[in-house]
């Protein structure tokens, strides 16, 4: 029997979602709803994305690899 828990060290949200979530809504804050960060979600959500310049950001922020979930884990790819 296989464990699908992520590995030690690595969030259990993934990489793939929080992409195409930043690229489709992202200046509805959704990805970061995703990703846990509920406050800066709000503030995106509220701002439409900076104007879509914070969701241009975050998205090569999750591309590069930067962005990581709210206890700072990496995303799973």
Do not use: E
């Amino acid at each position: 029997m296989t464990d699908n828990s992520p590995p030690v060290g690595q969030s259990d949200k993934s990489f793939v979602a929080a992409v195409l979530l930043c690229f489709f809504l992202g200046p509805l804050g959704v990805h970061r709803f995703y990703l846990g960060k509920t406050g800066t979600g709000i503030l995106c959500l509220v701002t439409l994305g900076g104007l879509g310049i914070w969701s241009l950001i975050d998205f090569v922020r999750l591309v590069v690899g930067s962005m990581k979930d709210k206890n700072g884990l990496p995303l799973r790819r």
